[in-house]
């Protein structure tokens, strides 16, 4: 492999590359950077996402034009505004020492005029998504009438996304003589007829082989039953305590629900579609970048072009309609050297599609169960353990350690230990102590349908209690109050609806008994508090018009929600009021707003 200098760089760009840290250069580098300085030549170059494409052609691009000069020679063309901005920067911190030189982004959802003016002040080269490069050609704001160098980068998703006609009428605005540089991840069909079409005898680069993912992503398929995905789901994020992961759904609406879900039980997730404003999924994208949203879920439109390095883990919500999707999905993940898991959350029916993705990717999938409540609860408190051990210790607390001290006079060493971890782990453990096996092949017969994750399915007893708003209780404090006198866990009770003198909750059916025995005899504040079993199901919530609830509910099941989160569309959850939950309190129903009233409430279910 050769070193940079090797490659024919000139000082510049390598004084760039050493402040940028490149050691060596990737193997499309160092197979293409060579090709493109000494000849004038078309290439066609095929890479897995995250080896490193831009530099591959940003430094000879840079190293060819002409600085000096005010002329529009370079155009690169890329999908979506996201890859449009990342590749201008890039290019910007790669010619950081190339005096005079203008790159400069054209994308849609930005002003034309400002766009334009940095083109009049001189471009050398324009990094443009194609609808507004033809929009910008045909009100005559750009000049590409002499260009040099046309890039088509990650031609397999422009083609996806239906650019060719586009990407046809730009280049025919370009000079027949330029050289045209076609970089893709795959090469579908669409992708070789672009390269017939618009390149003279291209060399032919390819990086691993065609249509292969990564070999630095692994995958693995849970099978579980379709109405568990989402629980699923939970607990291979609460499984993986340091994850960093995109989570790939198939429509807008249930990209929408998942996220919202996720955010409402308390992880930092936000939601990436269509239907958000270009101002909305940049401040995702933005949230999702400084790691403030671990878990970005998103449609596969929408993910298109994130570049994000450090994705830990790609799962799929559900499998894309189109199985050649799912190299996009999974090469979010295993980027610029790093490892990473492509994860799949199927039902039993869906197991062929795995078996052609196999094909495609030339790959073997793990078979891998779901953990269980306890293996996951060791997870974290190893983590926390971890996380402790590696904590600096800040010395603010030094001023109260006397204080601090006198009050743990007495306790050992273990048992402090035992009681700070408590803290934190105590609500994990309640959750899923009661946990079930989700598994789809657990001997767990139950009838499972389609996609009713959403559905809350209960075998439950509705109580009517004489306290009520003129007792000063509103649904959150009587929650809390019922769970404390009964010493129940988060998800013990739920609908509770609170009147002005009296209210409603339900809990499981099991423990009814043990409900109406406590507050056989109940004096709370001098008064007898009563309870009794209420006529009313409380299934009449509007909300769940037509729902059916069958089957047994399970302590980690959804409660009908009561609120939403967020009033109107397009939650994204970074920047609102969850900023405030930091990494540590990021997991599951465990989110510090259960135990905080300092917290914004809205969020919590009924
Ligand atoms: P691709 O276009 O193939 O998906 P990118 O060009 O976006 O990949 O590069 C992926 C990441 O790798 C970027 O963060 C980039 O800065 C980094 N990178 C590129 N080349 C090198 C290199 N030679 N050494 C280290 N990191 C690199
Ligand atoms: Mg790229």
């Known amino acids: 492999m050769n070193t940079f200098l090797q490659l024919g760089l000139n000082e510049d760009l390598l004084k760039a590359i050493i402040d940028l840290g490149f050691e060596t250069p990737s193997e499309v580098q160092d197979k293409t950077i060579p090709i493109l300085l000494e000849k004038d030549t078309d290439l066609v170059a095929l890479a897995q996402t995250g080896t490193g494409k831009t530099a591959a052609f940003g430094f000879p691009m840079l190293q060819k034009i002409n600085i000096d000069s005010r002329t529009t020679q370079g155009l690169i063309l890329s999908p979506t505004r996201e890859l449009c901005m990342q590749i201008t920067n890039e290019l910007k911190l790669y010619g950081k020492y190339c005096k005079g030189l203008n790159v400069v982004a054209i994308y849609g959802g930005a002003s034309i005029i400002d766009q334009s003016k940095d083109v009049k002040r001189g471009a050398q080269i324009l990094v443009a998504t194609p609808g507004r490069m033809k929009d910008m050609i045909n009100r005559n704001l750009v000049d590409i009438s002499k260009i040099e160098y046309a890039v088509l980068d990650e031609a397999d998703e422009m083609l996806n996304m239906g650019f060719f006609e586009d990407i046809t009428d730009i280049l025919s605005h370009t000079p027949k003589d330029k050289n045209t540089w076609l970089f893709s991840a795959t090469m579908p ?39 568990d995905r989402y629980l699923a789901l939970k607990r291979l994020a609460d499984a993986n305590p340091d994850i960093f992961s995109v ?8 990209t929408q629900k998942v996220a ?3 955010i409402e039980d308390g ?13 909305q ?30 994705i830990t883990h790609v799962i799929n919500y559900q499998l894309p309609d189109e199985i050649e999707t799912y190299t996009h999905r999974s090469g979010r993940t295993g980027r610029a050297g790093k490892t990473g898991i492509s994860m799949v959350i199927i039902t039993k029916s869906e197991m062929r599609k795995i078996k052609s993705i196999e094909r495609i990717i030339k790959k073997q999938f793990e078979a891998k169960e779901i953990p269980s409540g306890i293996d996951i609860c060791q997870v974290q408190l190893m983590s926390l353990a971890n996380k402790i ?6 010395h603010e607390i030094d001023n109260h350690i006397e204080i601090i001290n006198e009050m743990f006079a007495d306790t050992s060493k273990d048992e402090l230990i035992k009681k700070f971890f408590s803290v934190e782990f105590t609500r994990f453990y309640n959750y899923y102590k009661k946990s079930k096996d989700l598994n789809a092949d657990a001997g767990n017969s139950r009838e499972r349908s389609g996609d009713s994750d959403f ?10 209690i004489n306290v009520g708003n003129k007792d000063g209780y509103d649904w959150m404090s009587l929650k809390d109050f019922l769970k404390e006198v009964l010493d129940l866990g988060r998800d013990d009770v739920f609908k509770v609806d609170v009147k002005d003198s009296f209210s409603f909750f339900n809990t499981d059916a099991a423990i009814t008994p043990k409900v109406l025995e406590f507050f056989t005899d109940y004096k709370h504040n001098d008064r007898f508090v009563n309870v009794e079993v209420s006529a009313d199901k409380g299934n009449s919530n509007k909300k769940r018009s037509g729902g059916k609830f069958s089957g047994k509910r399970r302590s980690d099941d959804f409660q009908p929600k009561g609120k939403r989160r967020s009033e109107g569309k397009g939650g994204y959850s970074a920047g609102s009021d969850n900023r405030s939950s930091s990494k540590s309190n990021r997991s599951g129903a465990f989110s510090k707003f259960e135990n905080d009233s300092s917290r914004p409430r809205k969020s919590r279910r009924k």
């Open 189 to 227: 069909q669409e992708v070789s007829t672009i390269a017939k079409k618009f390149m003279h005898n291209p060399i032919e680069i390819t990086v691993g082989s065609k249509n292969v993912g990564s070999d630095q992503v692994t995958h693995e398929y849970y099978m579980v039953g379709g109405r």
């Open 247 to 254: 989570i790939f759904c198939r429509t807008k609406h249930e």
């Open 260 to 262: 919202e879900k996720l």
């Open 267 to 279: 992880y930092n997730a936000g939601a990436l579609h269509g239907d958000l404003s270009q101002n």
């Open 281 to 310: 999924r940049d401040m995702v994208m933005k949230s999702f970048r400084a790691k403030q949203i671990q878990m970005l879920v998103a449609t596969d439109v929408a993910a298109r072009g994130i570049d994000v390095d450090d």
């Open 389 to 394: 051990h590696n904590t600096e210790i800040n």
């Open 455 to 464: 559905e809350p399915s209960e075998n439950s007893t509705r109580y009517f």
